[in-house]
């Protein structure tokens, strides 16, 4: 596990196991690859974009293809991540 504590993190960072303590994400990649899933604790995000590797970009793509309407699967993935129904 690596921890960052105020840290302005740029680049490529690999987020798998990392904890991120009052951080600041300033154009940056963050690479998920389906590890340990990392922590995030007060910190900003400016130009930050995600990219998924291996099996959690296999997930992903798992669920995208169970969310498309024509499956009938959607409200299966809906209720995966309650959080985000509001």
């Known amino acids: 596990m690596t921890n960052y504590k105020d840290e302005t993190l740029s ?3 690999t987020l798998d196991g990392g904890v991120f303590d009052n951080c600041d994400f300033l ?8 590890g ?9 995000f400016n130009e930050a974009t995600f990219t998924f590797d291996g099996p959690a970009n296999d997930t992903l793509l798992f669920l995208r293809s169970m969310a498309a309407r024509t ?16």
């Open 71 to 86: 499956t009938g699967m959607r409200p299966v993935v809906e209720s995966l991540i309650p959080e985000l129904s509001n």
């Open 11 to 13: 680049g490529r960072v």
């Open 27 to 34: 154009d940056v990649q963050m690479m998920y690859s389906g």
């Open 36 to 44: 340990t899933p990392p922590q995030f604790l007060n910190c900003r």
